[in-house]
């Protein structure tokens, strides 16, 4: 089994910073792109940002500049790095990852760590 654990979501006034991490634990073989996506309340589920094992990134237009995604491959962990933040940005950040197992590969997703920012 596979588990994928977030934190350090919670409330942050407009213009704050947060950094939320996500650790994957189980057995892992390795873990390929990892990324971050949030769903506002009466919205769908977006992507925020996205890493591969090799470093490149991708961003949303909507937070290029203000949010920064990382990961540690020995810890198999991801970041992300949120600054500037901006009432629009509440949602629950959820973790994923392509992470590769004994018997192929499958994407996981963590719980969720919610995000609110006050105005």
């Known amino acids: 089994q596979v588990q994928l654990v977030e934190s350090g979501g919670g409330l942050v006034q407009t213009g704050g910073s947060l950094r939320l991490s996500c650790a994957a634990s189980g057995s892992i073989f390795s873990i390929n792109a990892m990324g971050w996506y949030r769903q506002a309340p009466g919205k769908q589920r977006e992507l925020v940002a996205a890493i591969t094992s090799g470093g490149s990134t991708k961003y949303a237009d909507s937070v290029k500049g203000r949010f920064t995604i990382s990961r540690d491959n020995a810890k198999n962990t991801v970041y992300l790095q949120i600054n500037s933040l901006k009432p629009e940005d509440t949602a629950v950040y959820y973790c994923?990852?392509?992470?590769?197992?004994?018997?192929?590969?499958?994407?996981?997703w963590g719980q969720g760590t919610q995000v609110t920012v006050s105005s």
């Open positions: 994923n990852a392509e992470v590769v197992v004994t018997w192929g590969e499958y994407n996981y």
